[in-house]
């Protein structure tokens, strides 16, 4: 049984910057893909960005370009999401969600998620 478990957010200023974290377990993930996606008070869960955990291929949405980075540790089958340049737009619950086979930013084609960590941005 696949398990998603993120962790690392928390209060920080605008500005600022935050590393989160999602440990993955229950399969290997060689051929799978890793996301990020997030969803704020009222608003629908939108994609933030992936990873290839092969390939090591990554991608953003737009609104993160530039000031989010996605990585993996294959030893510690991790995967992080470094967060700088933070804004008040940024504050959401932020999930990693996992699936096979190619990346994709729409978030019904990943089977796995993770219970989420709460990112606030305060200005």
């Known amino acids: 049984q696949v398990q998603l ?10 500005g600022g910057s935050l590393r989160l974290s999602c440990a993955a377990s229950g399969r ?3 051929r799978y893909v890793m996301g990020w996606f997030r969803q704020a008070p009222g608003k629908e869960r939108e994609f933030v960005s992936a990873i290839s955990w092969a390939v090591g ?4 949405a737009d609104s993160v370009k530039g000031r989010f980075t996605i990585s993996r540790d294959n030893a510690k089958n991790t995967v992080y999401l470094q967060m700088t340049s933070l ?4 504050t959401a619950v932020y999930y990693c ?9 729409n978030s019904p084609a ?8 709460q990112v606030t941005v305060s200005s």
């Open 87 to 90: 804004k008040p737009a940024d």
């Open 28 to 30: 290997s993930f060689w």
């Open 110 to 117: 990943y089977d796995d998620w993770g219970q989420g960590t």
């Open 57 to 60: 291929s990554t991608y953003y």
């Open 97 to 105: 969600a996992v699936k096979a086979g190619i990346l994709t930013t």
């Open 5 to 14: 478990v993120e962790s690392g957010g928390g209060l920080v200023q605008a």
